[in-house]
């Protein structure tokens, strides 16, 4: 028996039997011939020269059987030569066919995972940020990963290997029982023998590879968890270095332990099979033997079935496990499609309209929001990496927020924290559409302006701002990749960043670090910035994006900022009595409701919350 039918004995023997419970539509079927379709070419191909190795492997015994029979006798050496000669041809005919029919279900395979892979980037990325909260990037990539890679094999392996194995089986099995059905049923008794102990075999490895699986799983995840800057400073700052070694090594024991167990149960299962086999060998002989003594068949007749035997368990063993093959390639491709249906819940409306030139004002109208549901947003089949506060979002965070903002002028948010202002301002942004009422940017609905458009003018900072694992200067140039090296310089002087930056050995060339932790947070906040002043957006979102400063940046930030939001519409969650002073309006939000509106000075005035607030919060 060949190595690699062997491997795919092991393999189908190893899979989880629980996909045959699962449905799988005619539907799914449907659409993943609509995958092949563009491979139609190379899959007649392919299978063709499966059909042509199946009649190949056939051919070589039957001529050996011709030699022996009818060619080793005197005076007959030119057709002993010739036969011989053809072996030689037959041998070299079947390497290329390996070869060629690799190449087309490696085109098959790799081309249908190259469409699906972009597929599924682009829809992931399409969808909206409330995906993201609930889905645990690691898994859901590793879910991505393997998935996609589950359904190419379904054209490689499965589609190569049943459909390979079925053509063999039948094939060898008719040549066999027209050379000896008597020697074919004998050797077919020792089938038994060897399928019940393989299953069960089967069904412990399968057993301890998920066991092997979780703990990996969990021994990846602690490092990825622990081996970046946030939590190996939180390990550090709260030291139980000694505890979480002994976590990992108690995880890497159980991987090594199973891992032990597994090489024995493969190594019983190879044994069992190559036994078998050898068995049916030396049955094949005797029972074959004595037929030959007697004249029944002949001695050629007798090593060609030898010879087919060999090729008669690999495929045999491989299809009786066909169902759970196939489900689980089906499944694969399920699990890739249901990630695909995920609708977005927030599209580009087909209007597409483009916002006016010029400032810009902003409106709110009777806006209600709660915070969509799992349900809505993630996926029945990632719920078990969904995080636990998925359950939530039935509160409404916002009710009836309503309010103007002219353009260019300046709207300070206010309020405790937990009250909905980053909510207001991630609405402004179409990061969530609202529940109920309409937000409109200068004089168009939010919902009808096109993805374009509407990033083209917005310029957030949010509360924690991003960086990328890149230079300094890639950052800021992710927000407008065409900015002149003046224009950057200009953003950088403004921000107050640009003596750090030019203080850095290699200045704008510095690697920022894993999520920006080379810098301070004041230096990451004037970063980010830099990259708003950039973009040069007409309306600013500001979320506490001051808050890190000392007063002496504070102060020059408050100069910088002064001059990027003059002349330019601004939403500001202020933490600063210079911003709330200088605010045309400011809006009080306490438990998701606007509680008052109006300057600081009419505020002060009416007393109430926002002296409150003003006590507490901004008197320093
Ligand atoms: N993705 C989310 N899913 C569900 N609830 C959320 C989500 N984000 C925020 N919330 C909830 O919405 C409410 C308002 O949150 P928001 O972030 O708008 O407050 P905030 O006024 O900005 O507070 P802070 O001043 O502390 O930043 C909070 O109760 C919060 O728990
Ligand atoms: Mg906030």
Redesign the pocket.
């Known amino acids: 028996m060949s190595m690699e039918n062997a491997w795919l004995i092991y393999r189908s023997l190893t899979r989880d039997p629980s996909v045959k419970e699962k449905k799988i539509s005619r539907k799914t079927v449907g659409r993943i011939l609509g995958y092949a379709r563009p491979y139609k070419a190379l899959i007649t191909f392919f299978l063709v020269t499966l059909v042509v190795a199946s009649l190949f492997s056939v051919a070589q015994p039957l001529l050996f059987r011709r030699i022996i029979d009818q060619g080793i006798t005197p005076g007959n050496a030119s057709l002993v030569t010739w036969t011989a000669i053809f072996i030689a041809m037959l041998a070299i005919a079947d390497a290329a066919l390996g070869v060629i029919s690799r190449y087309f279900s490696t085109r098959i395979g790799e081309g249908l995972i190259f469409d699906l892979r972009n597929e599924v980037y682009n829809h992931v990325q399409a969808q909206s940020i409330?995906f993201f909260?609930r889905a645990q990037t690691g898994a859901l990539i590793s879910r991505l990963n393997n998935d996609v890679i589950g359904a190419q094999r379904a054209f490689t392996s499965t589609l190569g290997g049943v459909l390979g194995n079925l053509i063999t089986l039948v094939i060898v099995l008719i040549t066999m029982l027209v050379l000896s059905w008597q020697i074919t049923l004998a050797s077919l008794v020792l089938v038994p023998l060897f399928l019940l102990p393989a299953r069960y075999m089967g069904r412990r490895l399968q057993a301890m590879t998920r066991e092997q699986m979780t703990v990996n799983a969990a021994m990846s995840n602690q490092m990825t968890e622990r081996f970046n800057v946030a939590g190996a400073l939180l390990v550090k700052l709260f030291g139980r270095p000694k505890e979480e070694s002994q976590v990992f090594s108690d995880r890497a024991k159980v991987v090594r332990d199973t891992g032990i167990r597994i090489a024995m149960a493969n190594r019983w299962f190879f044994t069992a099979l190559t036994l078998v086999a050898a068995l049916a060998t030396a049955l094949t002989y005797g029972l074959g033997g004595n037929l030959v003594i007697t004249g029944a068949i002949s001695l050629g007749t007798l090593l060609a079935l030898v010879g087919l035997l060999a090729q008669l368990y690999g495929p045999l063993t491989a299809i009786s496990n066909v169902r759970v093959d196939v489900m689980t390639a089906l499944v694969s491709f399920d699990r890739v499609f249901e990630v695909l249906d995920l609708q977005p819940l927030i599209v580009e409306s087909e209007y597409g309209r483009e916002l006016p030139d010029g400032p810009l004002s902003v409106s709110f109208n009777h806006v209600d929001f709660t915070?969509p549901k799992a349900s809505e947003v993630s996926l029945a089949s990632l719920e078990s990496i969904a995080r636990p506060?998925s359950a939530?979002?039935v509160e409404p965070?916002l009710r009836n927020v309503s309010f103007d903002v002219d353009p260019g002028t300046l709207t300070a948010l206010v309020?405790?924290?937990?009250?909905?202002?980053?909510?207001?301002t991630a609405l402004l942004a179409r990061l969530y559409d609202p529940t109920n009422g309409s937000i409109r940017i200068g004089n168009a609905d939010v919902k009808d302006i096109s993805f374009h458009s509407l990033r083209g003018a917005l310029g957030v900072v949010t509360?924690d701002s991003h960086l990328f694992h890149d230079t300094i200067g890639a950052n800021l140039l992710y927000a407008r990749p065409d900015a002149t090296a003046k224009q950057v310089e200009r953003a950088c002087v403004d921000a107050q960043i640009w003596s750090m930056i030019t203080a850095l050995p290699d200045g704008l060339d510095t690697v920022v670090g894993d999520r920006g932790y080379r810098l301070s947070g004041g230096e990451k906040q004037r970063i980010a910035l830099a990259r708003l002043l950039l973009k040069s957006p007409r309306v600013v979102i500001l979320d506490?994006a001051t808050a890190h400063l000392d007063s002496e940046s504070e102060r020059a930030v408050h100069q910088a900022l002064d001059n990027a939001l003059s002349g330019r519409t601004s939403v500001v969650?202020a933490h600063r009595l210079s911003t709330i002073r200088e605010a045309d309006q400011i809006l009080v939000?306490v438990d998701?409701e606007i509680v008052q509106q109006g300057t600081h000075t009419e505020l002060l005035a009416q007393g109430g919350m926002y002296s409150d607030l003003y006590e507490t919060q901004f008197t320093r």
């Open positions: 409330a909260t915070y506060e939530g979002g965070v309020g405790p924290s937990g009250a909905g202002k980053t909510t207001i509360q506490e969650i939000v998701g």
